[in-house]
């Protein structure tokens, strides 16, 4: 699995420059029709058939097929291997690219799963430059002036491939969008790593694997998982047990990474021998944090006060990250997110990065996405 999900965007990228350097009557390219300035139709057959792959790029039902036309607003109808996509020029294309990517992969039925992915990985291909579109247009009048190639750090960062490995339980825990790769080369490269967005972008999960590579590696001797334990809008009351019981409902996320990435023998084997502790924010003061990787997880739901006593906790050889969602807050009314703040006052600080998430890097449901976007749009306008 981890192949397949590491050669669907160089295929994707592939296939789209394939259509611009080839968009006329070649038998088996794509072939734009333009009804108006902002429609197309793209036709493709996919040469020579073969069926079984064909269920398994559609789907059962086409349900695979009916998924591709909500990500890109597009619609698809198809005739055994004669596939026609109509919709706006950009989305139509990378709907295209992104069948043909499938289809080449369809050896096993494609997975919902799989198929999310892929999709969250074409929504952050990058758009083709207007000079190549000119160009493949056979226009060179709107052909820009050569520029100079990126800088070093901006290809590091853009355009590196990706060649993260991480040692956890799981051997296909990687980046799947630009901003997942880019949060993990920032926790890697960095001491103190701020993740910022929306829920489902993997903010949490990234970073414990991180973690857990890190402790097989012998990077660090132990991992911290914190978090603050802040009801979500509702007062639970009393909670009966002891303090672990009582604390466990609000670390329980933190638990499931672990038990993903770990196994529940070796988590177990780790809390035992206390290489690997999950505790409550409030337990952090006082304390010096040496050679470890310590995980603030919900960030969001600390007080400035709190976020500043636990980022002064760091001691030598240890490495942090902040994840949270600045639109879920549970603090009272009036009280400013430490998250918040501390994004704004750290800007600037050496040592320390922050990647933010939007909704093309949910890799959820897909009603995930259209809901942070539904929400998002939604604050813009009260605003």
Known sequence: MHAWQATIPQRIAAHCRALHRNPGNATHAPQPTHRNPRQVILRHSFEPPDNARLAHLCGSLDAHLRRIEQAFDVSISRRHEFFRIEGPKAPAELGMALLQALYEQALQPISEEQLQLALAQARAQPPVPRARRAAADGDASDVPPATPPPTALHTATDTAPNDISLRTRRADVTGRTPNQLTYLRNILAHDVTFGIGPAGTGKTFLAVACAVDALERSAVQRIVLTRPAVEAGERLGFL?????????????????????????????????????????????????????????????????????????????????????????????????????????????????????????????????ARIVEAYDAARTVVV
């Open 240 to 368: 009966p047990g002891d303090l672990a019981q009582k604390v466990d409902p609000y670390l329980r996320p933190l638990y499931d990474a672990l038990h993903d990435l770990m196994g529940a023998d070796k988590m177990a084997r780790a809390i035992e021998k206390g290489t690997l502790e999950v505790a409550p924010l409030a337990f952090m003061r006082g304390r010096t944090l040496n050679h470890a990787f310590v995980i603030l997880d919900e960030a969001q739901n600390t007080t400035a006060e709190q976020m500043k006593m636990f980022l002064t906790r760091i001691g030598f050889g240890t490495r942090v990250v902040v994840t949270g969602d600045v639109s879920q807050i549970d603090l009272p009314r009036g009280t400013e997110s430490g998250l918040i703040e501390a994004e704004r006052v750290l800007r600037r600080v050496r040592g320390i990065a922050t990647t933010r998430f939007t909704s093309v890097d949910v890799l959820r449901h897909p009603l995930v």
